[in-house]
């Protein structure tokens, strides 16, 4: 009776934390949020999806114009059913992806490291501003750190039960439809089965792995192949010609794996100061996992968790010019675990895990505060709905003032308010609404303001 007790105060207490985690990243999202050109292009091909035109593969990656697998497409899909696929139906897939993120964190180090720092972990986890900010963001890597945490629970049980092979082939066929870092995933753990050998794989357990990649893998096989095999080429030309284009120092690489880590707790990245206390925490969780690697009972772990983030950092270091340091993305469940084995030797130390506690709720908190997205999905609305109330939804111009670079997306947030006008004016036109981003960029300064976004209305 006990255990069944403490069993559904565990629950009350996981519940909890992930309701505070959901507030977190549904307060004010529409201004937190952004719709911009890769939002607007899913948007439209969410569209397509509901006029019959299936897609087959997914978004175009950020080198080489790989397309990844069309899986985002369809959950974007269906959270586009549900909000009659409004503007912020990205952002809220994007938050559910962020809760199940969470959840899968503290499943991963409550069966494999600790319970109670499991409980630890999941709170900070919930109030990290670095995690909600990224789950602000509706992208297809919004499902990448599931991915990983799938991928790297496969990859750790595989060396125990024939269940791991499955899990491995899910996080790699879920990975491909959010991330080509994916691939160096898999690079990253294939050192680690040389140390800590996998089980010899079952017949029955090879047909399912293989059919679950065979699936998650064949809407892209069948792309290629009505398509001359276009998009295989160009992953490979993306590893072709050197890095000599793109640099980036082994200091900075540093800095971002402190990033990756220590700005759960400590978010703050203004000073010298922060980033001397974000190396020394870095290099504090490295060296505990590599401490461990002594202990019997979290060796393979450790060694696991350590693989996956200096196997990135150093491909990215010898390869970068083809990618940037954004794609160390791939660390940040690794790090979150490795911190855990970290507490897991601190946690008897009530004062140290309270001052955590209280520094990670306070920075984050002001960070969260201060929070600030211009050009954020709401005035982007705003300006649509001031648009309709001002003018209807036709007979009139519309000008658009951009500095270069800046990113919109009103096309599709005016299809969506029904705005029918002319985008650019047509010659002579002489009722215009004239959009400046940002506000007072080329010395133009709007009627209206919101949030950065000037508005000028020229008409009756």
Known sequence: MRQVLTKRKEL????????????????????????????EWMSYRVSDVFSGDLAIIGPVASVGNFSIGPGFIYLWTLFGMISGNAPIAGAYLSVFLGILTLLGIYLFIRYFIDKAVAIFMLFITSISSFLIFWDYIPWTPSLFYLSQILFLTGAYLITKKQFGYFLLSLGLVIGFQSHIGIFLSFISILPYFIFIWPVKPRLKTMVISVSILFLGFLPNIIFDITHGFVNLNRLLLTFRGDGADYYVGINKLIDVLASNSISLFYPKKVTVFDSILARIGLALVLSNGFRMLRNSKYKSLSLLLLFTVLFPALFFYVWQGKFSEYYLMMTVPSLIFLISLLFLNLKKNSLIVISVLLISSV???????????????????????FMVEKAGTNDYGISLTTRYGEQFGFNYIFDYYGINADLPPKPGENKIFSIIIPEGFDGITGDKDFDGIGLIWQGI
């Open 363 to 385: 920075f984050n908190y002001l960070n969260l505060k201060n929070y600030k997205v211009p050009f954020n999905l709401k005035a982007k609305e705003n300006v649509a709905r």
């Open 12 to 39: 009350i207490l996981v519940l909890s934390i992930l309701v505070v985690g959901l507030f977190l990243r549904v307060y004010k999202l529409p201004e937190r949020t952004v719709f911009n050109a890769d939002q």
